[in-house]
């Protein structure tokens, strides 16, 4: 927290938050911010600007409005959105573009370009290239990428890469295969 009575005209009266909470290297026994962190906080702080997900100026109209609340997230927070969940797409396979294209899904994927992994399946949905046959594929096709990156594809094949509608074929024809089983085996 950094308090100062002599502020510019044009930042008085007014409060900025900047959450970097997601900006730091894991440690063993304690994180630390690496100096890209750090260039970060100070960039920001000297702007003195809105940064989605990082910074936020807020007045003290605002914090009044607010109780006087000042927990950080309450103006600058980090969290992801709400997750997606295309009912068409979870019962008939296929990733919905509305999700691929979403704001913070682009953001994540940080200008990964997907058709390295998806194909078009329609003028709505996408799918997972035909050579990918399991989710452990994945991380190998992608190479080099953010673990969100990585992250991001596995969520997809976790809630479309196998549809419902799929599953229950494979479930028919599984029982079809056990009743011809137990006929020859004359359990039938």
């Not at 992994?117 to 799918?127: A, H, I, Q, R």
């Not at 080099?144 to 990156?149: G, H």
Request: proline share 2%.
């Amino acid at each position: 927290m950094i308090i100062n009575k002599k502020k510019d005209l044009g930042k008085k009266g007014k409060v900025l938050f900047i959450n970097a909470e997601l900006d730091y290297q894991d440690g063993k026994n304690q994180n630390t911010l690496r100096d890209d962190d750090i260039e970060r906080i100070v960039r920001c702080f000297e702007s003195y600007e809105d940064i989605k997900r990082f910074s936020k100026v807020i007045s003290l109209e605002e914090i009044r409005e607010n109780d006087h609340n000042l927990n950080i997230r309450r103006y600058a927070d980090t969290s992801p959105p709400p997750e997606n969940f295309d009912v068409r797409g979870i019962l008939h396979g296929g990733i919905p573009l509305k999700e691929i294209e979403d704001e913070y899904i682009c953001e994540v994927l940080d200008g990964f370009d997907v058709t390295a992994l998806l194909v078009k399946k329609d003028d709505e949905y996408m799918n997972f290239k035909e050579e990918i046959k399991d989710k452990s594929q994945i991380r190998e096709k992608l190479g080099d990428v953010s673990e969100s990156v990585v992250d991001q594809f596995e969520s997809w094949w976790d809630k479309y890469a196998v549809s419902l509608t799929q599953i229950n074929s494979e479930l028919k024809e599984s029982e079809k295969i056990m009743h011809g089983f137990l006929k020859e085996l004359g359990y039938e």
